[in-house]
C-alpha cells in the first residue's frame, strides 16, 4: 500500500490533465498524475490545431522548446458538393507576428513535451497506469482512486478528472451520464507525409507558416460533419468528424467517407504523392453548453473533453480543455490556501471562475446550435451546399444566359430545394442559435 | 544476494524500416523497447530476489536516451539503474561493448557489492550476435551459463546455483559455483507489471549516469569505433527462393517405390548429379 497521501491526483494526461498538474504543482502541490498510455500523446488524437493564448497563460514562454509545427497565416473555409468548392479565404501577413496566435502541432509530440514540463514542475507522472475506480469515504466524499496495478489504493485530497471524452471513470461513479451518440462526433484522420517544400509550394506559403482548410457539405453525406485538413512540417493531416448518431443511422463507414474527401477533385491535388504512416480516429464532444455534466463534487473535479467543453463551432477544443484544467488547478490551489477541505462546496469555486472565462461563455453562445445542426442535418449538411454550388457555378458560367434568368434560375432552385417558409425559418432559426 | 541485469535499448522492430537503397536500419523515429530478450533476464533475476532477498541493479551501455529503458526496468521492479554513456563507446562492436560492460559491472561491484550473478538476454534484436554476455563472462572470469530456461535452486550459503540448461538434443541440470553469468533463454517467464509502489519507485529515482571515467575505464582506445576490429562490409537483403519444397503424401506407401520417386524427383531436378553418381558408382 501507497502510505504517501498526495495533495491531487489528476486523471490522464492531455491537454487538461496536463494543464491541471502544471498549475498545481508549479504552486508547489504534491501532484500524482496517472495516465493509461505508454506515455503522455500516445493515445491523445486531435488534428491539430493549438491556440497561443491559452497556452501562454499556463507556460508563457512555451515558444523556446515546445514542438510546433507550422503557425498559420491562412483560413479557407469550404462550402463542397461533390465536384466544388465554394469558399472564403482569410489570409493576413499581420499572423507573421513576433508571438503567433495558431499553431498546427502534432499531438503525440506535443503531449511529450507538455508531461517533461510537468515533471519538470515536480509533479509525479505515471504511465502505463490506469485508474479503474474512484475510491471514496463514508461521507461519499471521493479520497482517492483504485489503478489496475497491484499495490492498492493510493489518496488524495482532491482528484481532477480529465480522463477524456469518453469519461469511463466519472460515469461509472455516477458522476455523470455516458455521453449521447448524438452529442458525439467520431473523428477520423491521416497523416500524409510530404517534403516541406512541396507543402509550402501547394499552399503558397514560406518556411513556418500554415492554412488550414475546413470544409462542410456533401462529403459529410448528409451527416451532420466537418472534413479539415491542415498543414503540419512536413506532412498534412486530413480528416473528418461526423456525429456517431449519424453514422448509425446512415450506416456509412468512417473510413469511406474519409476516402472520398481524399478523391474529392478540390482535395486530391493537395495530397498528391503523399505517403500516409498514421490513421486515428477519436471522439468529439459536440453536445455544447446543455452536454455540461456537474462540474465538480466532494473531491472531485472535472476538465476538458471529459466536461463536454468543446466548441464545437469554432472547432475549438484543446484550449477549453487547456483553460478548464487550469482553472480548476487555481481553484483547488486557492482552496488548499485558505486551508479549506476539499468539499462540494468549495470546489464550487472552480465553475464560478470558469463561468467567467471565455470557456462557459462562449459554449452559451451556441447553446442552440447543436441541436439545429444535428435535426437539419440533411439542409445544412448537403441541400444548401449543393445549391450553393450551383448558384456559384449559374454565377460564373457565361453562355449566352441573361444574367437576370440566371438569377432567377437561382432563387427558383432555392425555393424548389427548401420553400420560402423553410428558407426563412432556417435563416431565422441560425441567425438566433448564433447570437 | 546482488544480482546485475544488463539490458539493452533496441529500436522495435516490429515498426523497424529498412532503407531500399543502404539496406540499414532507418532508426530515425521508430519507438524504442526493452531487448525482448533481455526482459526473460530481468524477471529471473526479480523473481530470485523475491525469492532470496537482495537487489537488482540494471545496467546499460547506450545514448543519454537509454535512460528510458533503465527506468522502464525499475518500473517492473529493479532496485537500481546504471546508465554506462560516454560519446567514447559510440559505434562499439560486441568486443568493445563487452569489455565496457564488463569494466562498468566492476566498477559497480566495487560500489554496491560484487554481484552474485550477472544477467543478460540470450542475443539483441538489432545485433543478434549472442556474444556480449559471453564477452563479459569472459573478462570477468565468471562462470558462464548460457541458454538457461531454469533456475530451480540457489544456494548462498554454500555458493552454489543449480540450473536447468536448454543444449542440443534435450536439457542439461547444471551445478555450479557462484558467482556466475548467466543467459537467459526466452519464453521462460513473462515480464510482471510492476505494482504502484514499483511505478512510483521507478518516477522518481534518479538513474545513475556513468562516462568511462566514471565507470573506471583509462584505456579508451579498447571503447567505440577504435576498439571495434569488426567491420561490416556489406548488407543486403537474401533474395527469396523462387522455388517452394514440395511434399510427398506417404500414406501405405511401398517404401521402394516411395524412394524411387523420391530420386526421380531429384535427379529430374539436377540432372547432372545423374552422370556424377552414375560415375562415381562405376556400375
Known sequence: MIKEKFDAIVVGAGMSGNAAAYTMASHGLNVLQLERGEYPGSKNVQGAIMYANMLEEIIPDFRDDAPLERHLVEQRLWVMDDTSHTGIHYRSDDFNEAKPNRYTIIRAQFDKWFSRKVREAGATVLCETTVTELVRDAKDKVVGVRTDRTGGEIFADVVVLAEGVCGLLGTRAGLREMPRPKSVALAVKEMHFLPEEVIEQRFGLKAGEGCVIEAVGTISRSMAGLGFLYTNRESISLGIGCLVSDFAASMESPYVVLDTLKNHPSIRPLIAGSEVKEYAAHLIPEGGYKAIPQLFGDGWVVVGDAAQLNNAVHREGSNLAMTSGRIAAEAIVQVKSRKRPMTKQNLALYKTMLNKSFVIKDLKKYKDMPDLLHTNSRNFFTTYPQLMSQAAQNFMRVDGTPKLDKEKATTTAFIKARSRWGLLSDMVRLTFAWR | ?283
Open chain 2, 1 to 283: 544476494m546482488h544480482i546485475l541485469v544488463c539490458i539493452k535499448q533496441v529500436p522495435d522492430s516490429a515498426q523497424i524500416r529498412v532503407h531500399p537503397v543502404t539496406n540499414t536500419i532507418m532508426r530515425q523515429g521508430v519507438p524504442t523497447i526493452i531487448n525482448p530478450y533481455d526482459l526473460f533476464a530481468l524477471e529471473e533475476a526479480l523473481r530470485l530476489r523475491d525469492n532470496y532477498g537482495g537487489e537488482v541493479t540494471v545496467l546499460t551501455m547506450g545514448p543519454p536516451m537509454a535512460e528510458d529503458a533503465l527506468r522502464k526496468a525499475l518500473g517492473y521492479g529493479a532496485d537500481r539503474a546504471v546508465l554506462l554513456t560516454d560519446r567514447y563507446f559510440a559505434g562499439s562492436d560486441t568486443l568493445a561493448t563487452s569489455y565496457a560492460l564488463s569494466q562498468a559491472i566492476a566498477k559497480v561491484g566495487e560500489t554496491f557489492g560484487t554481484p552474485d550473478i550477472v544477467f543478460t538476454g540470450k542475443q539483441t534484436i538489432d545485433g543478434d550476435t549472442a556474444q556480449v554476455g559471453p564477452g563479459i563472462a569472459k573478462r570477468l572470469d565468471l562462470i558462464q551459463l548460457t541458454y538457461v530456461a531454469k533456475i530451480p535452486s540457489v544456494d548462498l550459503d554454500a555458493r552454489e546455483i543449480k540450473v536447468e540448461r536448454r543444449c542440443e538434443g534435450g536439457a542439461q541440470m547444471l551445478k555450479s559455483r557462484l558467482p556466475c553469468l548467466i543467459t537467459m533463454l526466452e519464453g521462460t517467464n513473462e515480464i510482471r507489471r510492476g505494482s504502484l509502489e514499483d511505478a512510483l519507485y521507478a518516477a522518481r529515482s534518479q538513474v545513475l549516469r556513468w562516462s568511462a571515467a566514471d565507470a573506471g575505464i583509462d584505456d579508451l582506445t579498447r571503447c567505440g569505433l577504435r576498439g571495434s576490429p569488426t567491420v561490416v562490409k556489406r548488407v543486403f537483403a537474401p533474395t527469396a527462393r523462387a522455388e517452394k519444397a514440395a511434399l510427398i503424401e506417404t500414406p501405405e506407401r511401398n517404401l521402394r517405390d516411395l524412394a524411387d520417386e523420391l530420386i526421380a524427383a531429384i535427379l529430374t531436378r539436377g540432372p547432372a548429379l545423374e552422370q556424377e553418381l552414375a560415375f562415381n558408382g562405376g556400375e
